[in-house]
């Protein structure tokens, strides 16, 4: 168990439609990352967040957005859904903002556009 | 840009043998960080091991090091005594320790043990 939260763990929808994944973040861990893992993207980093404020943006589409809030928690939000946004997507978190900082992964979310 | 390549989609390596993945990367920064992610059905991301890149001894958790060649951009995963329980998708990943710390992953190698 990483100590990192995300849910729901699978979530099913249909184009068009808008949808809030959820991340809570490893006691004492102040950074939250994003990241989308697809059958033809493969893993790629989305957007992290610092003690509340977006601190790097990576391949993340405009139709999607995100937010650390103050009890540190995050969430990311998908948009418009397109089949193509059908994927698995992680949060990790770290204690601090540098690349020293080992990232713990949670269980994923599996969405699921139908 | 940065990029990390793993030029091996499928292993497989017999129980209580050893087995080897590659990986090698491309960057221009001096100051990084690599990692090996193992990722298993349970689609959980397990951090493995990771190396500095400033450190020239290489990194060994338990059945699991390294072989770093900073020279070569190279940074190769053997796994020791190889048990049915490794049997996952490994991911490298590099850092290129600045302001941020987005991991650039790459393609993954699938690694079957035989028992």
């Known amino acids: 168990d990483s100590g990192v939260t995300q849910t729901p763990k699978h979530l099913i929808t249909a184009t068009g439609q808008r949808v809030t994944l959820r991340c809570s973040p490893r006691?004492?861990?102040?950074?939250v990352y994003w990241y989308q893992q697809s059958l033809d993207q493969g893993l790629q980093f989305l957007i992290q967040?610092?003690?509340?404020?977006?601190?790097a943006k990576g391949n993340i589409l405009e139709r999607f957005s995100a937010q650390q809030f103050p009890d540190l928690h995050s969430e990311l939000n998908l948009s418009s859904l397109e089949l193509g946004d059908s994927a698995l997507y992680f949060c990790?978190?770290?204690?601090?903002?540098?690349?020293?900082?080992?990232?713990?992964f949670g269980d994923g979310t599996r969405l699921s556009i139908l | 840009a940065q990029t990390v390549t793993q030029s091996q989609p499928e292993m497989s390596v017999q129980e209580a043998e050893t087995v080897t993945l590659s990986c090698t990367y491309d960057?221009?920064?001096?100051?990084?960080?690599l990692f090996w992610y193992k990722q298993p059905p349970s689609r959980q991301m397990i951090l493995v091991i990771r190396?500095?890149?400033?450190?020239?001894q290489n990194a060994t958790e338990n059945r699991f090091s390294v072989n770093f060649q900073k020279a070569a951009k190279s940074f190769s995963l053997k796994i020791s005594d190889s048990q049915l329980g490794d049997a996952a998708m490994y991911f490298c990943?590099?850092?290129?320790?600045?302001?941020?710390?987005?991991?650039?992953f790459g393609t993954g190698t699938l690694l079957a043990v035989q028992p």
């Open positions: 006691s004492g861990d102040l950074s």
């Open positions: 967040y610092y003690n509340g404020e977006e601190r």
């Open positions: 990943a590099y850092n290129y320790g600045g302001a941020t710390n987005k991991l650039i």
């Open positions: 960057t221009s920064e001096s100051d990084y960080y």
């Open positions: 990790a978190s770290s204690r601090g903002d540098g690349a020293n900082q080992p990232q713990h």
């Open positions: 190396q500095e890149a400033y450190k020239q």
